[in-house]
């Protein structure tokens, strides 16, 4: 583990500044109620869209609420649902794509043409359709995100089973009469763990951004939690002429820790798996020079 990271300070610089970031954000999410200078609920009607100051650091929104003590829980929330739904990403991600790869033939072809059904749908159409079927609430958000985003994630998952069924270390235990789970435990999984560990990194991001999106909308969270992008459509899109900060801040929060997550899961993508290096790995430094 220590020469993975020594690894992408020295590979991947903006990669190991982006996991810095990314520290810096779980920090803030775990001690959330110790960093936040109000309770993020608390109104003081009297300084109501009071711009940034030294008693209010980010400035107040139409109530008098403190922005930073806001932004800190939008943040608790941002990386509760990446996380979580992230994982159950992987979940449904692994069994799809592993029981098709695994089995092949028939069921092979059958969930395959499942999955290009679905993914020939828009993403968003289909996220607003479920969330208005299945309610508002961060449970909801979380398993339909996952269940969605593994559906597609599952034939990265598929191809990557059907190239270990290709190695001469499978055929021989399938020749010998290994039984199926001892196969899957010990050949299939460990030999697909660093794509599984990439789907999970590049994933977060996207996972945070479509949250966002969900409550820009206002088919998110609930209005009384304050998520980023609940405070971008809400605050932040009726005060942005009179108070900007309210439509800024939670602007700049998506765009860096998306950013960061991006960056440090291509950073992890190209040094567990050289073959899928970028133009700035170290084969496309080879090559400008």
Known sequence: M????????????LGAISGMVILILIIVAIFG?????????????ADRLTGPSARYLLGTDQLGRDLLSRLIVGA??????????????????????????FIGGRLDLVVQRFVDTWMAFPGLLILLTVMSIVGRGLPQIIVVLGILGGIAASRIVRSAVIGVKDNDY????????????????????????ATVIIIFSINIGGVIISE??????????PVQIPSWGGMLSREGR??????????????VCLTVVVYCLNMFGDAVRDLLDPRLRGGGGRLGADGAT
């Open 2 to 13: 220590a020469n993975f990271f020594i690894r992408m300070v020295k590979e991947k610089p």
């Open 238 to 251: 009726k005060y942005m002429e009179v108070a900007p900060w309210l439509a800024i801040w939670p602007g």
């Open 33 to 45: 109620d110790v960093l936040s200078p109000y309770v993020y609920s608390e109104r003081h009607l």
């Open 212 to 221: 966002a999106a969900l409550s820009f909308l206002g088919f998110g969270l």
């Open 76 to 101: 608790r929330l941002s990386l509760v649902v990446g996380l979580s739904a992230t994982m159950l990403i992987v979940v449904v991600a692994v069994l799809i794509g592993g029981i098709s790869g």
């Open 170 to 193: 499978f055929l021989a235990a399938r020749a010998v009469g290994t039984p199926t789970p001892q196969i899957l435990l010990r050949h299939v999984l460990p030999n697909i763990m």
